[in-house]
């Protein structure tokens, strides 16, 4: 073995090292377990390195420098002026986009054997082999799409807002605590002298606690005591996988126990308000926990299945009928969760408190038509408010001051507020 093999053979092996050990470390192997795929490719690479099969040196050196490039650029505080994301958010997006590179290989090896063995048996045929390969090229796009569609929608950067309560003048606790399973959870704690009404709010997916200070200005304003989580997966929490609701119910649960645990006086009545995943986790939570007394949710949607319905709309019509179905098989596999059941509108028969739903009548993301099924199978009391002119979570900024007036109203009549 030339030295020049010995080189690339001990680099690749201190990368596949790395790569594997903040895996084990950093992430676990619970969550994005897809991480250990560049790991699991360069010991593969290795493998058929070692065995002087010359094709894998130049792939296995390639990927090698490619994986090292690319985690150091994404690391790099140059590449992006904004620290929203953090160098370790960063870093964690470059090794599951490489991750996804190399599983997407992997996902067209079964195609391909396919159309092999097809082209053979009809392999006097030339426009029949072009027509198989083509088949076959039209069936792995759906199968890729489908894949990077659940990836994108289970495992979100996470994202940290510059923004904090002090800047709407409001005095905060930086917190945390464990949830029901075990996740770190951290959150802002907004105290409310002489009021023994907290209020749970909860962000959407993708956001972060502080996507919600619009909404903890007027609750502190109304006389409640704030507690603002970052969902796990999101923001300052631990976790990497996001569930759309069953899982994230716990960290809501778990900061209701912080909360009765760390200060019952000011928790004596626990209201929950949220929009988005944060309305649908805040449903599972209150279908669950009657210490819940009143929900004000917005944009709520309907069921995991309406919201795969809606994600691939951009596509062509084909892949808009066959998407849906694929990607979420994925994206069970990614979350633990069964996505097909997953329905907001069966869990909220389940509710016992009042419940208000709001929604905007031009949200494209999750159409007011979800949010009205959602209302159709609440229980009572109940209320329904849809905002003219406001997309997807927008509903506060469009209808402010009223929103907020409105919403204070709701909460004031549940339990009988204290002034």
């Known amino acids: 073995m030339n030295i020049w093999k010995r080189f690339i053979c001990a680099y690749c092996a201190i990368i596949a090292i790395m790569l594997g050990l903040g895996a084990v470390w950093h992430l676990g192997w619970s969550e994005q377990f897809y991480l250990a795929i560049p790991m699991v490719f360069l010991v593969r690479g290795l493998a058929v390195w070692s065995r002087d099969k010359r094709e894998g040196r130049t792939r296995i050196a390639f990927i090698a420098i490619a994986i090292s490039g690319v985690i150091v ?57 072009i027509a198989i390969r083509t088949i076959g090229m039209v069936v792995f796009s759906f199968v890729i799409y489908a894949y990077l569609l659940s990836f994108l929608q289970t495992h979100v950067p996470k994202r940290t807002g510059d923004r904090t309560p002090a800047e709407v003048r409001l005095s905060f606790e930086d917190v945390s605590f464990s949830s029901r399973d075990g996740v770190r959870i951290a959150g802002w704690y ?158 909220i028969q389940k509710v016992s408190c009042p419940v208000m739903l709001v929604h905007g009548e031009k949200d494209t993301l999750i159409p007011i038509a979800q949010g009205q099924q959602v209302y159709k199978s609440a229980n009572q009391p109940k209320q329904w408010r849809a905002i003219p002119g406001a997309g997807h979570c927008e509903t506060i900024g469009i209808d402010s001051p009223h929103y907020e007036a409105k919403m204070i109203a709701f909460l004031d009549a549940i339990g009988g507020k204290i002034d």
Not at 84 to 89: I, Q, R, V, Y
Request: with cysteine.
């Open 73 to 129: 650029a994404a690391s790099a505080d140059w590449l992006s002026p904004s620290n929203a994301f953090g160098s370790f958010g960063r870093t964690v997006c470059a090794y599951g986009l490489v991750a996804v590179v190399i599983t997407s290989t992997w996902l067209y090896v079964p195609v391909a054997a396919a159309v092999r063995r097809l082209s053979k048996r009809f392999a006097d045929n030339q426009w029949q082999r």
């Open 190 to 347: 907004i105290p409310k002298e002489d009021s023994d009404r907290a209020v749970i709010l909860c962000h959407g997916m993708g956001a972060d606690k502080s996507d919600m200070l619009d909404f903890a200005l007027a609750l502190h304003d109304g006389g409640y005591t704030v507690l603002m989580p970052d969902f796990r997966g999101h923001g300052a929490s631990g976790g990497y996988t996001v569930s759309y609701g069953p899982k994230e119910k716990w960290d809501i649960v778990s900061g209701i126990d912080f909360l009765k645990r760390k200060h019952p006086a000011r928790s004596n009545h626990v209201l929950g308000v949220g929009w988005s995943m944060g309305a649908a986790s805040l449903v599972f939570a209150a279908a669950e926990d009657d210490r819940i007394e009143g929900l004000h949710l917005d944009a709520v949607f309907a069921t995991a299945m309406d919201m795969a319905r809606i994600l691939p709309a951009g596509a062509p019509p084909v892949y808009r009928q066959v998407t849906p179905y694929v990607a979420t098989v994925f994206a069970c596999m990614e979350s633990g969760i069964n996505l097909f059941s997953l329905d907001v509108t069966e869990a």
